[in-house]
């Protein structure tokens, strides 16, 4: 047997890693960027309709995050599978296909949640006018719910295959078609009626919805995709798979929820302070996640290389694809910390039209905060990176523990202290981002680092992705292509 030299090994993953990576970065960047537009264009409207979408996107997310956590199922079992045996065709659609059942089962409730948008705002305090604008803003844009969950469940598809380009250009596409039919229905042009936020949320909905037909399509007619015939019996339930996707998909949304709420929030704290404020942090929160996209592509990429390498046995393979992607991530974040602490003011400028009333106080604001952000940017890219990686080994459920411990037991507490008891306002929230992301970053870390000694690491064992090269191994690939042109249940 052939023993490759370690730095050969390591240079081989980070190549891999980069591949895989760069498409899904770009495509979260592209989906950042449809929101980036509507926060944009929002504060084109003034800083009270920007406050109002504040409030109605950030309740939205906070039902969003349930379905996204499941979405992310899928994909480590994919990897999995593909590890085990290169062409585990029923599988891995049995996956896909219970995912797309689990995100649809999972978002009727929230559905009829968010159509009770302004009750739920006015219960949590907030002013009734931004409250009013916020429901609206939201039972428009929820009808674009469940299509978006279902692409990331395609998208996670692709991903898994080490083919997530499809994504990435339908994702362009979408950009592109949200902010025409942004500028035409929140404007009043070519025509329509001016419909403000209402109109941004009826954009996202097409979007979404477009989104999911067109990568659909290129799943289910792309030469690289259609051997998995993916629609195969889509009505027939797999119990077992869905039950699998729901053990591994719940922790992640449950995680995710820990982390999206406590920004979420943040958001109603600093509601109660001053519509200024809120308008500010929605425009260097809306900074900080467009960077955070890069870690968290990263993160979505370690979870297949450590998934593929589990599947196959290699232990040495799972640890190399983590740390590799760990220090990629970090040391993008590292840059970015450096530009947030140095240059602020560069970045907030484009948000705001400063002949609004309000505006320089909204950047003066917004500029405090981005500084904040600088001081978190490492941390968060710790810590997705590695819950990205522990993912592709299917563990999730300390890390889920992991995430409410550190947001809500120390950083909210700590944020609202801050703002309320000794007076510090947006700024002390924002402190409490760094105290919970720290915490959660170590805690993730350590455990990656730890993965032998608690018994993640995965065993090898025979019918693996790397004994695929025998004989047997193209007598498999015609049984699994056979059965994907009549896919069993």
């Known amino acids: 047997m052939t023993v490759r030299n370690p730095r050969d090994a390591v240079r081989e993953e980070v190549r891999a890693t980069a591949t895989l990576a760069w498409p899904i970065v770009l495509t979260n960047l592209a989906q ?110 929820m009808w674009g719910l469940i299509p978006f969950l279902w692409f990331m469940v395609l998208r996670g598809f692709t991903a898994a295959l080490e083919r997530p380009r499809p994504a990435l250009v339908v994702s362009l596409c979408g950009i592109a078609f949200n902010a025409f039919s942004n500028w035409v229905l929140m404007f ?131 640890g190399r694809a983590g740390w590799v992607a760990l220090t990629l991530g970090v040391s993008f974040m590292a840059a970015m910390a450096t530009l947030f602490l140095t240059i602020p003011g560069l970045f907030v400028a484009g948000f705001l039209d400063m002949r609004a009333e309000g505006a320089p106080e909204v950047a003066a604001y917004a500029v405090t905060l981005l500084g904040l952000a600088g001081l978190f940017q490492v941390a968060d890219g710790a810590q997705t990176i590695a819950a990205g990686a522990l993912r592709g080994l299917e563990d999730t459920r300390v890390p889920m523990v992991f995430a409410g411990l550190g947001y809500w037991v120390f950083g909210l507490p700590t944020g609202a202290a801050l703002a309320f008891l000794a007076g510090w306002g947006a700024y002390g929230v924002w402190v409490g981002f760094v105290v919970g992301l720290a915490i959660v970053a170590v805690l993730l870390v350590r455990r990656w680092a730890r993965r032998e000694r608690l018994g993640l690491v995965p065993r090898r064992h025979v019918g693996t992705r790397a004994q695929s090269a025998s004989g047997s191994a193209g007598e498999g690939s015609f049984r699994e292509y056979s059965m994907a042109q009549n896919p069993p249940p």
């Open 188 to 318: 009043g042009n070519l025509g329509a009626p001016a419909l403000g936020l209402v109109g941004a949320g009826i954009s996202s909905s097409l979007s979404a919805m477009l989104m999911c037909l067109a990568l659909g399509a290129i799943c289910v007619r792309g030469a690289a995709f259609r051997r998995y015939a993916i629609l195969g019996r889509i009505w027939r339930p797999h119990w077992r798979r869905l039950s699998e996707l729901v053990r591994i998909g719940l922790p992640i949304a449950g995680a995710m929820g820990f982390e999206v709420t406590v920004f979420n929030a943040a958001v109603f704290l600093i509601g109660l302070i001053s519509a200024r404020e809120l308008a500010a942090h929605a425009i260097a929160i809306q900074l900080a996640s467009v960077t955070f996209m890069v870690p968290m592509g990263i993160g979505q990429a370690a979870t297949v290389r450590v998934g593929l390498a589990a599947g196959a046995g290699d232990a040495a393979g799972a």
């Open 32 to 141: 950042i960027a449809i929101t980036t537009t509507d926060v944009v264009m929002m504060g084109w409207l003034g800083p009270d309709a920007l406050a109002a979408g504040t409030l109605g996107a950030n309740l939205y997310y906070a039902f969003f995050v349930i379905g996204l956590g499941l979405a992310m199922a899928p994909p480590p079992v994919m990897a999995q599978a593909l590890g085990r045996r290169r062409h585990a065709l029923a599988e891995v659609r049995r996956a896909l296909r219970m995912g797309l059942w689990l995100v649809a089962l999972a978002m009727i409730p929230v559905m009829v949640a968010l159509w009770l948008a302004e009750p739920i705002l006015l219960a949590l305090g907030q002013i009734p006018a931004l409250a009013a604008e916020a429901g609206s803003y939201v039972r428009a844009m």
